[in-house]
Structure formats: structure tokens, C-alpha cells
């Protein structure tokens, strides 16, 4: 039941777009988005809910289509700043107020000059 | 406003020796989760904690790793004895709110080396 997420890794340059898919096989009840940088903690960026509820910061832009499983975040107009390996977590029920996430392997994002 | 706190950040013991991290969560946070993270791997869940029960250690190899969180505060985590596949970063991190869908706050996580 781990989600699946695409590209395993992407190369921009400054200003350039990109796109990040995570996907899963079974029914979702939330998608939450998270960065890493290396050496460094996870930190949040967005929670997806169903029912189109969206929690995050105002810079970061997501879907999920809940009839296909699938989020996407979108990072326009990269910046150096947005290097990092991006995970989603997803979560197939509240269990009973806090969800439990399961994690994709991630996507490695590298922005250069 | 403080993060999550852990400690060591760093640790390297031989094979067979016990280990034990702790972690202190944002103050107010009911939540509490033990992470384990390998290398080019997403976090994995080991054990949760909503204030002092533990509601979910199914990930927890229960044989050689146990957990605690005493007052439903700062948590420790513990493997005896440690094996050359526990080398890894383990992460604890910590949300507000049970009853609905919250960001997660994690610490800047402990590296175990096993040797």
C-alpha cells in the first residue's frame, strides 16, 4: 500500500517548472506533501483531504483526484531553495482521529543556477 | 516556539549493544510517532502514541525494539540488541490534533551506525 511516486528524480533550472505525481492503489483519505533536504527533518508543505479540503502553504499548489487515487504538486518558477526530496504520505482513514501515513520513496528535486 | 527535540543526533555502537534515543515533542502536541528512515527511503512508521498509549506498534519488531512515553510527554525509544540492519535514521515527530488531519513536526531525527 505504499504509494507510488514519479519521477524518481528531476533536474531543473532556476524558474523552471515541475511536477510531482504520487499515486496509490487503494481508496485515499488524505495526501499529505512533505521536503527533506539532506541531513535535515521532513518538513510540511501540504495535506490534500478528500472531499477537497486543502491545508498548506499559500506558495505550494497540489491536486488530488480522489477517484483515481492521485495527487500532484506543482512547483512553479523553481527556485534554489526548492532542492530537496519531496515525499508524499498518504492515508486511507482518519484511524480514529489521527491518521497513520505511509510514505513514498520520494522524488529528488535538484535546481541549479 | 520550540520543535521536536532528539537526541543523540548521532550514534554508532557495535552489533549486540542496546541503543536508546529520545525525543521531546513540541509542548501541547497529544501525538507522538517513532519514524524509521533508511537511506533514498521514505519514512516508515514504527510506533504512535496518542498521550501516553501506544495506539498503533504494529510496525514495531517488537522482539528487540520497545517504546515508552511516561506523563504522555517526551518518549524514549530503545532497540536490544541492535543488528547491522537498524542502521538508519530514526525520526519522532509530533501533531496538535487527533480529531482531524494535521501537519506533523518532525525532529531533526537520530543516525544509528551499527557496526
Known amino acids: 500500500q505504499q504509494p507510488v511516486q514519479s519521477p524518481q528524480a528531476v533536474i531543473l533550472r532556476e524558474g523552471e517548472d515541475a511536477v510531482i505525481n504520487c499515486s496509490s492503489s487503494?481508496?485515499?483519505?488524505?495526501v499529505h506533501w512533505y521536503r527533506q533536504k539532506h541531513g535535515e527533518a521532513p518538513v510540511f508543505l501540504m495535506i490534500l483531504l478528500k472531499g477537497g479540503e486543502q491545508k498548506g502553504h499559500e506558495k505550494i499548489s497540489a491536486s488530488f483526484n480522489e477517484k483515481k487515487q492521485q495527487s500532484s504538486l506543482y512547483l512553479t518558477a523553481s527556485q534554489l531553495s526548492y532542492s530537496g526530496t519531496y515525499f508524499c504520505?498518504?492515508?486511507?482513514?482518519?484511524?480514529?482521529?489521527?491518521?497513520?501515513?505511509?510514505f513514498g520513496k520520494g522524488t529528488k528535486l535538484t535546481v541549479n543556477p | 516556539e520550540a520543535g521536536v527535540v532528539q537526541s543523540p543526533r548521532y550514534k554508532i555502537i557495535e552489533k549486540k549493544q542496546p541503543v536508546a534515543f529520545w525525543c521531546n515533542p513540541i509542548s501541547g502536541h497529544n501525538t507522538l510517532y517513532w519514524y524509521l528512515q533508511n537511506l533514498g527511503q521514505g519514512p516508515e512508521l514504527l510506533i504512535r502514541?496518542?498521550?501516553?498509549?501506544?495506539?498503533?506498534d504494529s510496525q514495531l519488531p517488537k522482539d528487540r525494539f520497545s517504546a515508552e512515553r511516561l506523563k504522555g510527554v517526551d518518549s524514549t525509544l530503545k532497540i536490544q540488541p541492535a543488528e547491522l540492519g537498524d542502521s538508519a535514521v530514526y525520526l519522532c515527530?509530533?501533531?496538535?490534533?487527533?480529531?482531524?488531519?494535521?501537519?506533523?513536526?518532525f525532529g531533526p531525527g537520530t543516525r544509528l551506525t551499527v557496526l
Open positions: 487503494k481508496a485515499l483519505y488524505s
Open positions: 502514541y496518542e498521550n501516553e498509549e501506544a495506539v498503533d
Open positions: 515527530a509530533s501533531s496538535l490534533d487527533p480529531a482531524s488531519a494535521e501537519e506533523q513536526f
Open positions: 504520505g498518504t492515508a486511507q482513514s482518519p484511524q480514529g482521529g489521527s491518521e497513520k501515513l505511509v
